[in-house]
């Protein structure tokens, strides 16, 4: 489990200690500095303290029982030399002496001297450099060792202070998590702390989106179903008609009408279909590629010949430049380019024209669709985007599905739609799309 009091613990654990041992090396280097500093001294004080003393001749004994735990090494030479004393003889130290505070190294390690002359002979007080450190390394265990045994206490008001400071987002938490689902009011900001604010802030943006799309999705299953209800009503009649039929020739009119509305309502079924899979989010990943638009209408063009032969519509394309590509999903485009070539046969009278373009302009790649029909009034042109919307005065039969599914792939295209009259004296709907 993943959780930031733990995280929060332990990072702060982790950095005390960091802070601890950086500080340890701190205070043990100044101590030893400290310690340097005062046993150089006690150095040049014992040496000052033996230039009274009378030295006869060479290699004499000591002047007092060394202690075994002195750890000081005593050599004294005459003015010509020769070693008089020596208190340590198994010492490394070498046999010369080089006035002032030297360091030596040797076998036995570093060695701090003190060589001075007095009178008629040389005094040199030698000391291993390891008894410093020794003393160095206690000093600074007896300051941290009060620290450290704090630690767990440290822990303890680490982990009450954290969980303190967390729990407006528990409450928050709480309170997302006893919400019905339904509930889609935004979270409050008062209580919550500043660094916690911008996720609450994109929670309640994300609460407004699922609101709106929501309250579009209930909107759109209410005019669905207010749609289907007609077809459906109509059905109905004539089936009975179909079963009051008194003989054939009545038998066949009944059914060929109620052919005639099964068509519809399996039309309006799969147009509902088809809006509902062009909806964001809906089934997988888009995966986009690289689709030349003029290809896209060609097998448009190809897929509704027969429709718009049947209807004695002149079909076919202006110009279309293979050189404009955008990227998309080709399926997707190619109901857009399909919707938009059946509502033009659709609403283009018998002996009409609809034409195809593909072009370019103001830096977007357009694909244009102009019928000879009856137009749109401007006042109009921006509703007919909208879904079940279709201008009075319609005779053709229709869902007014068609644009709506237009409108909801171009705008995960990023493209535009614009409406304009038509050339040919109906309605040019162009679709600017992103160069590829």
């Keep these: 489990m993943n959780s930031l009091r733990r995280t929060l613990l332990f990072s702060l654990l982790g950095a005390l200690v960091l802070v601890f041992a950086i500080g340890g090396i701190a205070t043990y280097r100044m101590a030893h500095n400290e310690i340097d500093a005062l046993m150089d001294y006690n150095l040049r004080q014992f040496a000052l303290s033996l230039r009274d003393r009378r030295l006869s001749g060479p290699n004499v004994g000591p002047l007092a029982p060394p202690e075994e735990s002195l750890d000081l090494v005593i050599q004294i030479w ?9 208190s340590h003889p198994h010492t490394a130290l070498p046999a ?11 076998s036995e390690g570093d060695w701090r001297v003190y060589s001075i002359p007095l009178l008629d002979h040389v005094i040199q007080i030698a000391q291993p450099m390891a008894v410093r450190s020794r003393l160095a390394a206690h000093a600074a265990l007896r300051t941290l060792i009060p620290l450290v045994a704090l630690m767990p206490l440290l822990g303890a008001l680490i982990w009450y202070l954290v969980g303190r400071g967390l729990r407006p987002l528990e409450r928050l938490a709480q309170e997302v998590g006893t919400r019905r689902a339904d509930s889609l009011d935004a979270l409050p900001l008062k209580g919550i702390p500043d660094e916690a604010q911008p996720l609450v ?7 407004e989106q699922l609101r709106q799309a929501i309250s579009v999705q209930r909107a759109f299953v209410a005019d ?24 054939e020739t009545a ?13 519809r309502a399996a039309h309006l079924v799969q147009q509902l279909l088809t809006l509902a899979r062009q909806e964001p989010g809906e089934g997988a990943a888009e995966q986009h590629e690289r689709v030349v638009l003029a290809d896209i209408a060609r097998k448009s063009l190809a897929d509704y010949t027969a429709q718009a032969h049947e209807r004695g519509i002149d079909l076919g394309a202006d110009l279309l430049d293979d050189a404009l590509a955008t990227r998309g999903d080709p399926a997707a485009l190619r109901t857009l380019a399909g919707n938009l070539i059946d ?3 659709r609403y283009t009278p018998r002996g009409g024209r609809v034409d195809v373009s593909v072009g370019k302009g103001e830096g977007r790649c357009w694909l244009r669709v102009d019928d000879s029909g009856p137009g749109i009034p401007p006042e109009e042109r921006d509703r007919v985007l909208n879904r079940f919307y279709r201008p009075a005065g319609q005779q053709e039969s229709g869902s007014g599905l068609g644009l709506a599914i237009v ?4 705008r995960r295209h990023d493209a535009r739609i614009v409406l304009n ?10 679709v600017g799309f992103p160069p590829a």
Excluded: W
């Excluded at 038998?251 to 068509?263: H, I, K, M, N």
């Design 407 to 410: 409108d909801s792939i171009a």
């Design 251 to 263: 038998r066949a009119a009944a059914l060929g009408e109620l052919r005639t509305g099964l068509a």
């Design 96 to 106: 010369r002496a080089q006035l002032g505070y030297t360091t030596v190294t040797t």
């Design 421 to 430: 009259a038509s050339p040919l004296g109906g309605l040019r709907i162009a």
């Design 78 to 86: 005459d003015d010509t030399g020769v070693r008089l004393y020596l």
């Design 343 to 345: 509502n033009a046969i």
């Design 224 to 247: 669905a179903a207010h749609e289907l209800r007609t077809p459906l009503a109509a059905l109905q009649i004539q089936l009975q008609l179909c079963e009051r039929a008194r003989d």
């Design 201 to 207: 802030r994109a929670l309640n943006e994300l609460l």
